[in-house]
């Protein structure tokens, strides 16, 4: 087919061609522009007269465009659209955490893993698991290392291994040639309060008028149950007959029941019921997910230091208190803080061995003083004679 006459315009690089709109056979001009960029001679079409409402001035304008690189080219463009389309089939990282988020939409600690997935998206969210290497995680972790806390890093990469894993177990993906090592954070802390501090907080618990906040705090002190449990927990999931409480998947991982002592069972017993399944139920009868403003107010009042957790603190008090008072070993505390191991419930062994120190020293007072009571005696009757 013979080339059609090219028609030049008053605009450098613009000139276009005679064509027909379909069956009418009615005249219509088809605009091209010609131009450089990166030393490239890039000549292509810019629209129709009417299909396009094309002009030559505005297709000067595209042509200026394009060459300033604002536009992509024809080519490009559909180069990116093919690349989209691509990628949709794909199951990257990003694709990966909308579905793993969609069935997580009920779990606490979801608002935590979005803000988390922010520094993963930002450098691995467009990548497909089967193409990272040790070197994409090795430096996901030193960037975020030098501005996150060492606790943090590792729960962005727990939540990276979280979604990879997923996809791998749901089928939709391969997952990485190598092991997401975790880095180890030497800052596990035991937060502990004083027997003055404890009164003060029990005093500020009973006068706050926010049931919900002050019954989750002392629960949390009386049982010793994370917050995510606490929030977790339904009226079915307490036998007051048999005197338990059963946890639902826990941290730890299967299903756990700790007692349900006589203060716990007084806490909820008194606790107001309402219409949904949940103990502390959240918004419109659902699972809780936050009570940060109302427990740390409960905090401020008592006058507890800033870094006190309201919950999670109250959980290592009840530990702390059980580990000192000597009279319950670490294998029984750690299956009352359902730890998984019991390199967990180690933290507090030194308050149980300071017990048994005190406990060692009064023996010897004790065996010294009958002694020395001995030997009194003796000289008495010495002198008797």
């Not at 979005?114 to 995680?137: A, C, F, M």
Request: charged content about 35%.
């Amino acid at each position: 087919m013979p080339a059609k006459k090219r028609f030049k315009t008053k605009y450098a690089g613009v000139y276009y061609i005679e064509s027909s709109i379909g069956q009418t056979g009615k005249p219509e001009r088809i605009y091209y522009v010609v131009y450089r960029r990166s030393g490239k001679l890039i000549e292509e079409k810019a629209g129709r007269q009417y299909q396009d409402d094309m002009t030559p001035a505005r297709a000067a304008a595209l042509r200026l465009q394009r060459m300033e690189g604002k536009q992509l080219s024809n080519k490009e463009r559909r180069e990116a659209e093919r690349a989209a389309k691509q990628s949709k089939k794909k199951w990257t990282i990003d694709r990966l955490w909308e579905k793993y988020r969609a069935q997580r939409d009920d779990y606490p600690t979801l608002r935590t893993d979005r803000s988390n997935y922010r520094h993963i998206k930002n450098q691995l969210g467009t990548r497909e698991p089967k193409d990272l290497i040790q070197l994409d995680v090795d430096r996901l972790r030193i960037r975020l290392s030098k501005k996150l806390k060492p606790q943090t890093v590792k729960h962005v990469l727990q939540l990276l291994k979280r979604i990879i894993n997923f996809g791998v177990n749901k089928g939709l993906c391969q997952g990485p040639g190598f092991k997401i090592e975790m880095p180890r954070v030497h800052n596990l802390t035991t937060e502990d309060l004083t027997t003055e501090q404890l009164q003060s907080l029990l005093k500020a618990i009973n006068k706050d008028k926010d049931i919900e906040a002050a019954n989750l705090m002392r629960m949390a002190l009386f049982t010793g149950m994370r917050r995510g449990e606490l929030f977790k927990l339904k009226w079915d999931d307490v036998d007051f007959e048999r005197g338990f409480i059963h946890i639902r998947d826990p941290k730890g991982g299967a299903d756990q029941r700790i007692p349900l002592n006589d203060a716990a069972r007084e806490v909820l017993e008194n606790h107001p019921r309402s219409e949904s399944p949940f103990v502390f139920p959240g918004r419109w009868g659902g699972q809780r997910t936050e009570i940060r403003t109302s427990v740390n107010r409960i905090r401020k009042r008592a006058g507890l230091p800033e870094g006190f957790r309201p919950l999670h603190g109250l959980r290592h008090v009840y530990a702390s208190i059980l580990a000192s008072s000597g009279k319950v070993d670490m294998y029984t505390l750690q299956k009352l803080l359902t730890h998984k191991s019991p390199q967990m419930t180690q933290r507090y062994a030194h308050l149980r061995d300071e017990t048994l120190r005190r406990a060692a020293d009064l023996a010897g007072e004790l065996i010294q003083e009958a002694v020395n009571s001995k030997s009194e005696e003796h000289a008495i009757k010495l002198e008797d004679r």
